[in-house]
């Protein structure tokens, strides 16, 4: 960085971001490494108006452009055709001086943050009191990095009363149960997922972890838990010794039985907020009705996951009825034909490297040439549509032999809803692969074929967010409020056919 650069950056003004695109999210991230304070982005197209991206807002050029007198404009493209056509913009407008990106230095940023992460602390800070745990030399560079943000930390906690030591940064440090006095939504940040110490203070002050505390650098919506191995699933999970295996139970025992089945968008011990399966058990509670509902979505799985785990487990649970929300899952699969149907990638990757080890255990046996390798069966030429629509039809039929109600249930995604709402164009605006990552454009292929539903069998319910605004927490995820609505559209559907 030059010393005209350095001159005008640190000139007292606000800077500026002209070009709220890949590049301009590149240098934001490089100049918050080096504490040069960004206050907006500036972009010409009015879609990123008034949304924030990595919590800076998007302005229309005009209003920086009547306001030289606030603002230093750092040019973010560098083909030479956009470059030039803001150049003659904004001196145009009167000003003399500005930064074009390349002056800068490299358009990236060494900083070892997850963007993801980062980006949903971003979001906890717009609901929640953020509050930093510690005053390591760690800590102190996530609460600079998070002011450079315009990211409020309303006090530090530490066991440790050394005030003096930031003193000079204008905040309060307060004892480690200062939390248990909050009131309102509230999270801690821990700076590393690998500080066990830290974690085991917050159990002890009965925390949770990603509800009431997250971690800086690894900052994930979903609640760990450990996989495991399945030999007909290839993966499965296990609650407490109390629970069926793969299941999440509500409600005690009752004569009249739900399952509900799918992947992690059914999946009711993953979020910190109830599922769609938790909110129709109190719904239909709160109506009277004497039942439990018994969740087994799993992270991950499909609809033949889901198949295996009807004829395996379901059927000895004896439910009265079988709700299936599925399809996101199924639409991942890559190239448009099913050859494995029933085989998970994890199995795939297992007898893989299972293989691999039988191969070194009988080196130097006189069968070391023969073909060893796992048989997958036979392969199909199915598409992932017609093996999806196939899976739902078998499903119903084994649950029609044995005398269960089946009700099948298309999910809806991001790229299903009409219109998105400002917080849905923000997400996407800062998830710059959301709707450009290898498996986007397979989804659009499969959910293209939702017109040929077969309305015996299945509800088409990719449009029930429509109307609804702030429900996606991701590409496909969605947060309490759309369980609710995901509970209360299966209600109308199953009382339709009463």
């Not at 940040?189 to 974690?199: G, L, N």
């Not at 972890?209 to 994930?220: A, K, L, P």
């Not at 799993?298 to 004896?318: H, N």
Request: glycine share 6%.
């Amino acid at each position: 960085m030059n010393t005209r650069v350095g001159r005008i950056l640190y000139n007292g003004k606000q800077n500026v971001l002209w070009g709220a695109g890949k590049r301009g999210i590149d240098l934001l991230f490089f100049l918050l490494e080096r504490d040069i304070h960004v206050a907006y982005f500036c972009d010409s197209d009015a879609e990123k108006h008034s949304i924030r991206i990595y919590n800076k807002f998007v302005v229309a050029p005009q209003e920086i452009l009547n306001h030289r007198e606030k603002y230093n404009i750092i040019v973010t493209p560098i083909d030479k055709q956009h470059q030039t056509e803001i150049i003659n913009t904004i001196e145009s407008a009167g000003y003399t001086e500005y930064v074009l990106q390349e002056e800068i230095g490299i358009g990236f940023s060494d900083l070892c943050i997850n963007r993801e992460y980062l980006y949903n602390l971003i979001r906890d800070s717009y609901t929640h009191r953020m509050i930093l745990y510690g005053m390591g030399n760690e800590a102190i560079k996530i609460l600079e990095i998070l002011k450079i943000l315009d990211i409020k930390i309303e006090y530090i906690v530490d066991e440790i009363d050394e005030k003096d030591r930031l003193r000079e940064l204008d905040i309060d440090i307060k004892p480690l149960y200062s939390v248990l006095d909050e009131t309102e939504y509230y999270k801690v940040i821990i700076p590393s997922v690998k500080d066990m110490k830290c974690r085991k203070k917050m159990e002890e002050l009965g925390l949770k972890v990603r509800q009431e505390y997250n971690f800086f650098d690894d900052y994930r919506m979903m609640i760990p838990r450990s996989s495991i191995l399945d030999p007909n699933l290839g993966f499965s999970f296990r609650l407490n010794s109390g629970e069926i295996p793969g299941f999440v139970c509500f409600g005690k025992k009752k004569d009249y039985k739900i399952v509900t089945l799918g992947g992690s968008t059914t999946d009711a011990a993953r979020f910190p907020f109830k599922s769609w399966s938790q909110i129709l058990y109190e719904k239909l509670e709160a109506a009277g009705i004497e039942l439990c509902v018994i969740c087994g979505g799993c992270i991950g799985y499909q609809t033949s996951q889901e198949l295996v785990k009807l004829i395996r487990d379901v059927l000895p649970i004896k439910p009265d009825l079988l709700i299936d929300y599925s399809g996101y899952n199924d639409g991942l699969t890559s190239g448009g034909i099913t050859a494995n149907p029933f085989l998970h990638q994890y199995q795939i990757d297992l007898f893989h490297e299972i293989a691999i080890s039988d191969k070194c255990v009988r080196y130097g046996e006189q069968y070391l040439d023969e073909d060893n390798s796992p048989s997958y069966g036979v392969k199909s030429n199915w598409t992932v549509w017609d093996q999806y629509i196939n899976n739902i039809k078998i499903m119903k039929g084994v649950c029609a032999i044995f005398g269960i109600r089946f009700f099948s249930f298309l999910q809806p995604w991001l790229a299903t809803k009409s219109v998105y709402s400002k917080q849905e164009r923000e997400m996407i605006f800062n998830y710059p692969d959301i709707c450009s990552d290898r498996y986007y454009e397979g989804l659009l292929r499969f959910y293209d074929n939702k017109d040929k539903i077969d309305v015996s069998c299945m509800t088409d319910l990719t449009h029930i967010f429509d109307d609804h605004q702030d429900v996606y927490i991701d590409r496909v995820h969605v947060n309490e409020k759309g369980n609710a609505i995901i509970a209360d559209k299966i209600i109308e559907a199953i009382k339709r056919v009463e």
